[in-house]
């Protein structure tokens, strides 16, 4: 069956231009996060808010055609719910970057704390190595750099979740202001999340390469 | 393929009936939340609350039969995984429901915002809005009633996010009381999501309508 | 179909021992969770939630094992999304043990609530009985013994739901400080978590019933 499939891989030009602009879709969001987390005034930052709510928008609006191409195409390059996992989990990502600042924005934070802007700059690298892996998916030419790829992806969620864990710890140590404290954690929540939905597309990823090798 | 399941479709006496008991349910929990809402005293909300309960074990047992209809019909008029999804996002948003509802009650809020309220008024109008696509689903004569009931729960959806992120904002500039604000932010977080769930059912009910368009 | 799937059941030595893995390494976990909570000093409980940290990465590399022939393995002995689900949902109730017991290290809570120890052991009752379920499917020769399981997990899962409604109930009736609130919360509610998890694993499993019976 694979055989079959990988048949149609070179010849499908509807889905792979779309896995990519979906991924590139996702550097985007995470770029102009990073740069937002680093700017103190919340003011300031409004102009990179209006920039991620845009590119979420332009995410949805990728992920809608994947599905429609998905509920009306016979033929896939994949099995269709890895497709499926893949892009929701892609959309997933950019839908919780949106959350995270979108609550700065709410919740009128100031100065953000080093665990929030380097939970932001996690979750930029693994956009990165999930457009690198998703390039390389078109021809299977070079799945050492997918698999590797991946398990960077799978690195960077472990270290996000310590980065978490112990930006909590903190919190409930130091944050007597139980108002302030359920913002800041809120924050760290929804970016910790995104690194764990850019884990799952990366399985997904993982997954599709090891029916296909 | 669409031309041998349409063949089927006039002939299902199992599932439509179903759906449209499921989403019949819907109204009427979203309904009985609606008279809860607008009601001051604890005491007399719970005739409402006991309501929503009832309506959520109906609900369950729903869900329960078209799981059970789907484990034993090796024919069914839409994809298996399409009935699947559309059934769970309605369970969900009973579950929903009824979690609010019961927080309401657990953390004794007297008198509820008018966020609350529309929250609730929102999420009755999406019900009403699935039932009509759902009912419509039988002989996808109307297809275009069909998508305009599908893009207003959608676009309820979006207005639901916007009360709920001013509702919050507002909660965090004014409530001084930690406990307070944590009981009414999620409240307002499961009617939220409550919407959400509804617009998740639209979404599989339009992919639906595309593949046997 | 039924007949043909069955024909492969005796034959298949690649699912089932990971099956009982999984549900064997549930069971470990939460003996050790149940262990954990009985004990008072935040310094004595550290060597049990090292030991469910273990559990829960040899958890997710029974799962990764799962996953992987399941990719590779075009026959499989039941249908794929249900060993997906089956296998995900142990999954998680490893995941929300680890993280509830993470939670009680990192927030350092000391004595813990009888609530909290109740729901513990709740989670080992279900793990105990998701086991034995599992251990029975191998060969469907005792299907009054998988139904009577998969029935006493979701009459566990309503008793957890109760106690942890009358935990937070309480909690907001006696706690005045905020922050202590939210830790407790957190973990009461991870714990409930589990419980609707391995609640999903026994759902799963009567649908396998329903279709193979």
Redesign the interface.
Known sequence: ?AGIIQFFIPQDKQFFPLFEKATGNLKNISRALVEMVNIRSIEDRRVYIKKIEDFEHMGDSITHDI??KL??N?ITPFDR?DIHALVSAIDDVADFIHGAA?RMD???VGELSTSIVKLAELIEKSADELNNAVVELKDMKNIIKIKEACVRVNSIENHADDIF?MA??KL?DE??N??E???I?EILSALETATDKCEDAANVIQ?IV??HA
Chains 1, 2, 3 share one sequence.
């Open positions: 069956m599905f429609n509920s009306v016979f719910e979108k709410l919740y009128k864990d909590v710890a409930f944050e007597k139980a108002i404290l359920i913002k954690k997954s090891v029916k």
